[in-house]
């Protein structure tokens, strides 16, 4: 398969990068900055720098690929310091979350589509989270992260609704607690965990109407809304 990955130079995109690679897939990197562990592109891995709040540098970036992509993964966001609670947060922090977490996939995947389009799954994964349930918020903190990571969840639906008719499947995929700079050390799980979990939902997700607009674990449970 070749996979496009956002946010590959740290987290869970590093660690689904070295994953599909140590697989045998081709990647696609998107990120900031180049990761360390690839000082220059190869046969089958290939670099795309852009900052993820550079909307028309991403999609100008991203246009220009043109190999045939099977799956593309959102996995770069932020946990929005500065936008932890009604009583403390900063505009611009809450800004800058909306611009990473919900409307840089947007743009990837509008982007993307012709390759996708010419892919063999025409699979979206957006990297979502528990913490985006309404349902499930009884605490009112992570204001900012919870906030943009809803918004993609209705991204999703939104493209589902949209694209499910020309044979996409969107997925809005909790990773669980992970132990990156943002899941903090007490989490449960390792990056390398993690991402073989979301390796094994990619390979052995059945794509379906079904799937298609769905909020779920990597192991095919669903999560309340």
């Not at 009884?138 to 990571?149: A, P």
Request: charged share 15%; proline share 4%.
């Amino acid at each position: 398969m070749r996979i496009a990955i956002s946010g590959v130079n740290r987290g869970i995109g590093e660690g689904l990068a070295r994953a599909f690679l140590n697989n045998g897939d081709a990647v696609i990197g998107v990120g900031r900055q180049r990761p360390a562990w690839a000082a220059q592109d190869s046969e089958n891995f290939r670099f795309v720098q852009c900052d993820m709040v550079d909307h028309a540098s991403l999609e100008q970036r991203c246009s220009a690929i043109t190999d045939p992509i099977d799956v593309l993964v959102c996995s770069a966001a932020t946990f929005a310091n500065g936008a932890g609670t009604i009583e403390w947060f900063h505009p611009e922090a809450l800004n800058e979350a909306f611009a990473i977490n919900a409307i840089a996939p947007l743009v990837m995947a509008r982007a993307f589509r012709k390759n996708l389009e010419a892919g063999s799954r025409q699979l979206i994964v957006m990297m979502s989270t528990g913490n985006a349930s309404l349902q499930g918020n009884t605490t009112g903190d992570l204001i900012g992260y919870r906030l943009s990571k809803t918004a993609l969840n209705q991204a999703v639906r939104c493209l589902a609704a949209d694209w499910g008719q020309a044979g996409f499947s969107v997925v809005a995929l909790n990773p669980g607690w992970v132990k990156t700079d943002m899941g903090g050390p007490d989490a449960e799980l390792t990056v390398e965990e993690a991402s073989g979990q979301i390796l094994d939902f990619v390979q052995r997700v059945s794509l379906s109407a079904a799937v298609n607009g769905s909020f779920l674990n990597t192991d095919g449970s669903p999560l309340p809304w």
